[in-house]
């Protein structure tokens, strides 16, 4: 696998897992007490978004499902023939 494919499929697994991720941990202004939404702000804004701390557990996430994507490619576990719950198409005359 070039390293250049490594680092694509790695930034994939990294937007996923910062997806994946970004809910856990956040409070709303209801959740918490004694705190005002300031005007122009909208009631279900996030009061503590902690960005650093959603990249660092997207990029562990990232780094788990990456290095278990990696050891399949290696091995070869799973494979498209795996995957093919439906069989091959059927081939005509041309061997299409």
Request: no cysteine; hydrophobic share 50%; aromatic share 16%.
């Amino acid at each position: 696998m070039n390293w250049t494919s490594i680092i694509a499929i790695y930034a994939l697994f990294w937007v996923l897992s910062a997806f994946l991720v970004m809910p856990f941990g956040l409070r709303t202004p209801d959740q918490v007490d004694g705190h005002e939404v300031p005007k122009g702000h909208a009631d279900s804004a996030p009061v503590n978004f902690r960005p650093k701390v959603i990249a660092f557990r997207a990029t562990l996430l990232a780094a788990g499902l990456f290095s278990a994507y990696y050891v399949n490619y290696a091995a070869q576990w799973i494979t498209v023939d795996d995957l093919n719950f439906f069989g091959r198409p059927p081939v005509d005359d041309l061997g299409y």
